[in-house]
């Protein structure tokens, strides 16, 4: 039991890799033919999008400032991503991703505020201790917990330091047994 008592005034942060799509350890998704979506995520966000205000993507792409991949080619990732999610009904509100090196002082990456602030800029009837975010490592719930949200973490091979109010095997687990909490 959550107890959390989520209604259309709640905001669904989600990160992206491992948690929407695999996630390629040690390496980035840099074109569409590299992105796939995980098992039952289209059904997931579906159900999403009829629980919460909005569904927000947030997402470190540290892979610009390597210059492994461009901006272009993020824009093609998300296009990608938005229509295979169109394509079953489900759809993102936002996207906000931060392009910036895990290591340099940025404002914009996890677990820093930024991209939430963004969201905050564009949906003003967010409320950070109304929302959820949704991720599969430290930063993602570091973000959540610092923004006073509550954190579910999606299980993958990531080490785990900071522990979520709630874990689950992925995103299709979460939106299942948010469907019971609601009904």
């Known amino acids: 039991m959550l107890d959390w008592k989520i209604d259309k005034s709640w905001t669904l942060f ?3 890799d491992g948690v929407i799509n695999q996630r390629i350890m040690g390496g980035y998704v ?4 590299d992105f796939f979506l995980l098992d039952n995520v ?3 966000i579906e159900s999403f999008n009829q629980l919460f205000y909005k569904v927000v993507v947030v997402t470190n792409q540290q892979g610009i400032a390597k210059k492994i991949m461009s901006t272009c080619n993020l824009d093609e990732v998300h296009r990608y991503m938005e229509n295979e999610l169109k394509n079953d009904n489900a759809y993102i509100d936002a996207l906000f ?3 910036g090196f895990k290591n340099e002082i940025n404002s914009l990456r996890k677990p820093n505020a930024g991209m939430a602030l963004l969201a905050k800029n ?3 009837a967010i409320n950070f201790e109304k929302s959820i975010m949704v991720g599969d ?3 993602d719930i570091l973000f959540g917990k610092k923004l006073g949200m509550k954190t579910v973490r999606v299980i993958t091979e990531e ?3 900071i522990e979520a109010d709630l ?4 995103l299709y687990e979460f939106s299942k047994i948010l469907k019971n909490e609601v009904n």
């Open 42 to 44: 289209s059904k997931a």
């Open 159 to 161: 080490p785990i330091k």
């Open 137 to 139: 490592t430290d930063s």
């Open 122 to 124: 564009k949906f003003n």
């Open 97 to 99: 991703y931060a392009p």
């Open 167 to 170: 874990s689950v095997e992925s």
């Open 14 to 16: 989600l990160d992206r």
């Open 30 to 33: 840099t074109s569409a033919i």
